[in-house]
């Protein structure tokens, strides 16, 4: 029994409960706003609002912090999401693993980087979380996520769906903070559309109808 125990398990071990929450927290710094479940986004949502409280005193020792609990990782920002799918494997290999700064990824160029090929490079979520996200809550005392519920559901075991998003998430362009869904499986789509409209309609065999002439047939001779 669970008496005294607080806290959803999610049918999770303690590994995989935080792993789930540190990557869902990094999704949102990443893109504004998450699809989850309702019970995944009242789990999260405690955890990425301390993070940003964290975030707003902008010192090292806050940074630190946020590492330890978050951990970090590479980022492409969604406006340069298309960009970097157009690029060759080998060109998106060089924009994640690009070091800029001496204790976290910043956004810049480096500088043996060629600028005209290379606009832009991997951040990391965290730099993201410092500079971009916590300046916005600055006069905002808590409350900084929302979580909006969803009509539909999950299809398998119908559990409710919801959005779990930043606040002022839709107050701003949907080219600044839209995520690209499915980019790869629409551009399919579309590459295949493109392919039925070029296909040649089938050339109708005109046949001709040879009659003959009756000059022809008298000057055969019959045996």
């Known amino acids: 029994?669970?008496?005294k125990k607080s806290g959803r398990h999610l049918a999770r071990t303690t590994a995989h409960h935080l792993a789930m929450r540190r990557n869902m927290a990094q999704s949102l710094f990443q893109y504004g706003q998450i699809e989850t479940t309702l019970i995944k986004a009242k789990e999260v949502r405690p955890f990425v609002e301390r993070l940003i409280t964290l975030a707003r005193r902008n010192t090292l020792a806050s940074r630190q912090r946020i590492l330890s609990m978050l951990n970090d990782r590479a980022c492409i920002l969604p406006e340069?999401?298309?960009?970097y799918e157009a690029m060759s494997y080998a060109d998106r290999e060089r924009v994640l693993r690009a070091r800029t700064g001496r204790r976290h990824r910043t956004?810049?160029?480096p500088a043996?980087?060629?600028?005209?090929?290379?606009t832009f490079v991997a951040t990391s979520v965290?730099?993201?979380l410092v500079t971009d996200i916590a300046p916005k809550f600055a006069d905002r005392p808590g409350g900084y996520t929302r979580i909006v519920r969803l009509a539909k559901r999950r299809v398998g075991d119908g559990t409710d769906l919801a959005l779990l998003q930043l606040v002022g998430f839709d107050d701003q362009?949907?080219?600044?903070?839209?995520k690209v869904v499915g980019s790869r499986r629409r551009k399919?789509?579309?590459r295949k559309r493109a392919l039925e409209g070029k296909r040649t309609k089938p050339v109708k065999a005109s046949v001709k109808a040879v009659s003959a002439s009756p000059a022809s047939d008298a000057g055969k001779s019959t045996e």
Not at 80 to 83: D, I, V
Not at 112 to 118: D, G, L, R, T, V
């Open 1 to 3: 029994m669970r008496h």
């Open 80 to 83: 340069q999401q298309e960009a």
């Open 107 to 109: 956004g810049a160029v």
């Open 112 to 118: 043996s980087y060629n600028k005209n090929k290379f």
């Open 126 to 128: 965290v730099h993201r």
């Open 173 to 178: 362009k949907p080219s600044d903070l839209k």
């Open 188 to 190: 399919t789509a579309e």
